[in-house]
């Protein structure tokens, strides 16, 4: 159980923002957590960018609110911007806020500091994605009961659909001491998740919507959506930290079958062209069905989700 107040030495919450120039985007975070009801937090500004635009804005807000400043010379990129924000935090609990996204109500950080009294290290909340390009579009992301339980018996089925999140919906005592992976882009979030879930084995989730995600063009991870030169380098490194065995969970094994399928790796030869060494069997075998497999069939959603079910039956079980 922990206290909702400041400890002895620092605040009670280090909302922690790797920024990087967006300044328009900053504003609009930093005036959602003006307006927050709940006052025992930090905020450490971890920056990347090429002007003042952010430190200026560090030194408004500082008025405020606890405002903490850093300038990173050279930038350190993302997640490494994560990571330099993270490691600087104060307070008992560590919540990531990228710069494009922002609490979604006043009692947001309230809700998840109340949160903390449930005893769990890893606290996700709802949240609902905005599109700017589609008018400002809003999209919730639910989180059903059978996911919750799917997610912690297998972590790796994050790699079929990341049901947490970015991690600004997060929130993690500072007794975890993992970092998010540098040399993941695409993929690092998600994996931070797995080894969380393997470390804690529970979580608390809060089905209030909470943050809201601004989705836009500026973000790296819009670039990175089945991009062989990014997906399969990052997705050999998952298997040679984590091993086959999670292969043996068919929501796995249907995720690198739609990963694969969908940027056409049908060769080995194509793998290796990408990311070099040698590649797990159980991955080659899956590969050698995918690319028997008709490829009108493949094409039609039901037809490869059979065609995967029976490598699947096959292979399987044998990861």
């Known amino acids: 159980m922990y206290a909702m107040q400041s400890n002895a030495t620092g605040p009670y919450i280090s909302i922690c923002i790797p920024a990087f120039q967006r300044a328009g985007y900053l504003t609009r975070l930093l005036e959602s ?6 006052r025992h937090f930090e905020v450490v500004i971890s920056d990347d960018s090429r002007d003042d635009t952010v430190a200026a804005l560090a030194a408004e807000w500082s008025a405020k609110f606890p405002v903490r400043y850093l300038r990173n010379q050279p930038s350190l990129g993302t997640p490494s911007n994560w990571n330099a924000a993270i490691g600087n935090a104060s307070g008992d609990w560590i919540k990531l806020m990228h710069d494009d996204d922002w609490f979604s109500r006043p009692d947001a950080l309230r ?9 769990n290290h890893f606290i996700f909340s709802d949240y609902i994605n905005r599109f700017e390009k589609a008018g400002d579009h809003i999209e919730k992301v639910p989180l059903t009961g059978t996911w919750k339980k799917r997610i912690l ?3 790796m089925t994050l790699l079929a659909y990341n049901v947490i999140g970015p991690p600004s919906v997060t929130m993690v005592h500072r007794s975890i001491t993992e970092q998010y992976d540098e040399r993941l882009k695409w993929r690092v979030d998600m994996e931070y998740y797995v080894r969380l879930l393997k470390q804690e084995k529970a979580f608390t989730f809060l089905p209030e919507i ?12 819009q670039s990175c959506l089945y991009q062989p030169p990014v997906e399969l380098p990052e997705g050999k490194l998952l298997l040679e930290k984590h091993g086959v065995a999670a292969l043996r969970n068919v929501w796995v094994y249907d995720a690198w079958w739609r990963l694969l399928r969908n940027m056409k790796i049908l060769k080995p030869e194509q793998l290796e062209a990408y990311a070099p060494g040698k590649w797990p069997e ?16 493949l094409q039609h959603g039901l037809l490869s989700k059979a065609l995967m079910f029976l490598s699947y039956l096959k292979h399987g079980k044998k990861a």
């Open 33 to 38: 957590i003006a307006i927050q009801d709940y």
């Open 111 to 119: 809700i998840f500091a109340e949160a903390t009294s449930q005893g």
């Open 153 to 155: 018996a297998e972590p």
């Open 210 to 221: 909470l943050v809201s995600v601004g989705i836009s063009d500026s973000q790296v991870t």
């Open 282 to 297: 159980a991955i080659l075998r899956l590969q050698e069905d995918l690319s028997g497999s008709p490829g009108s069939w």
